[in-house]
């Protein structure tokens, strides 16, 4: 399974771009890279999934370059509800169901 | 869609006693459900992966005949903390895979777990 890295911690202010990078050296051709958010005892929330190049929905971007060993979640105008823990994940895809490995995640604190 | 709840949200018991835990999708059948642990101020850790009609496996170092799941339906799994002690107190949380190919787990609220 790919083994991601992420900044522990990340401090913003309100209405600014946040950009969270994570390295997964190891990913593999099948793999999808994710990104969750999770507040304090609660369940993680999905946040975005891609596979190459850009997405975007609602909620955030996700930029993921050609060689799929990095990828950049981007929080655009932050507010101050979207201090939680943000954990990038990269898994395997088969029809039996991916098993997700969970690193540090990054702790985002936002400010006023 | 992909709903996935979790009974109870939290529990306190005695030291020596079984709490089960339910984890349930509730819009979409999950053939696969993942159960998780996490200690305070730490990520989450992947305990087991629960199969539908087969065992659980179960991630090295976790104990099976202590943490017992049954996934009885396509839509439950249970975690039983069999025997609980004070070290077992945690959040546990589950997640199911919608079987869409993509990987995309769908938590459960978590469950709050204090053996005193």
């Known amino acids: 399974l790919a083994k991601t890295t992420q900044p522990i911690s990340m401090d913003s202010y309100e209405g600014q771009e946040v950009n969270i990078t994570c390295s997964h050296n190891?990913?593999?051709?099948?793999?999808?890279i994710t990104w969750y958010q999770q507040f304090p005892s609660q369940g993680p929330r999905f946040i975005i999934q891609?596979?190459?190049t850009k997405v975007t929905n609602e909620v955030a971007s996700l930029f993921i370059p050609a060689d799929r060993k990095s990828s950049t979640l981007s929080l655009p105008r932050v507010s101050l509800s979207d201090t939680a823990v943000y954990y990038c994940?990269?898994?395997?895809?088969?029809?039996?169901?991916?098993?997700?490995?969970f690193g540090q995640g990054t702790e985002l604190s936002v400010k006023p | 869609g992909a709903v996935v709840s979790q009974h109870p949200s939290r529990v306190i018991c005695k030291s020596g006693t079984s709490v089960k835990i339910e984890c349930r999708s509730l819009d979409f059948q999950a053939t696969t459900m993942f159960w998780y642990r996490q200690f305070p101020k730490q990520s989450l850790m992947l305990m087991a992966t629960s199969n539908e009609g087969s065992k659980a496996t179960y991630e090295q170092g976790v104990e099976k005949d202590k943490f017992l799941i049954n996934h009885a339906s396509l839509t439950l799994s249970t975690l039983t903390v069999t025997s609980a002690h004070p070290e077992d107190s945690s959040f546990y949380i589950c997640?199911?895979?919608?079987?869409?190919?993509?990987?995309?787990?769908?938590f459960g609220p978590g469950t709050r777990l204090t053996v005193l």
């Open positions: 190891n990913i593999a051709t099948n793999d999808y």
């Open positions: 994940l990269v898994g395997e895809s088969n029809n039996q169901g991916g098993k997700l490995i």
């Open positions: 891609g596979y190459k």
């Open positions: 997640s199911a895979d919608n079987r869409d190919g993509t990987d995309t787990q769908y």
